[in-house]
Nanobody
Framework: QVQLVESGGGLVQAGGSLRLSCAAS????????MGWFRRAPGKEREFVAA????????YYGDSVKGRFTISRDNAKNSLYLQMNSLKPEDTAVYYC??????????????????WGQGTQVTVSS
């Protein structure tokens, strides 16, 4: 069993930055693919970014590519999302997720086995 707890959300002006963190419990964190997803009011869940266990391979959703950076520190059982050049359309609840396997569908929420409770990010214009 893995527990995920996100933090770092808040209110920021457009063009600003935030860094989200996700603390994971469990001894096998370093073996999991980790991902960030978000859900805006009235919209479906959206893939944001994912990172394989060795941090060599990362993936990004088209809407955040070039602005967001996903990273992980396996020694600290932690996942991060650095968000720069934030836009009002980035406003959403952000969730971290863990995949026990090695799904090729890293962009699909159904590939993930564990989810955090989410942290709110609000970007004002």
């Amino acid at each position: 069993q893995v527990q995920l707890v996100e933090s770092g959300g808040g209110l920021v002006q457009a063009g600003g930055s935030l860094r989200l963190s996700c603390a994971a419990s469990g001894r096998t964190f370093n073996a999991y693919t980790m991902g960030w997803f978000r859900r805006a009011p009235g919209k479906e869940r959206e893939f944001v970014a994912a990172i394989r266990w060795r941090s060599v391979t990362t993936y990004y959703g088209d809407s955040v590519k070039g602005r967001f950076t996903i990273s992980r520190d396996n020694a600290k059982n932690s996942l991060y999302l650095q968000m720069n050049s934030l836009k009002p359309e980035d406003t959403a609840v952000y969730y971290c997720a863990a995949d026990r396997g090695y799904s090729s569908s890293y962009y699909s929420g159904s590939s993930y086995d564990y989810w955090g409770q989410g942290t709110q990010v609000t970007v004002s214009s």
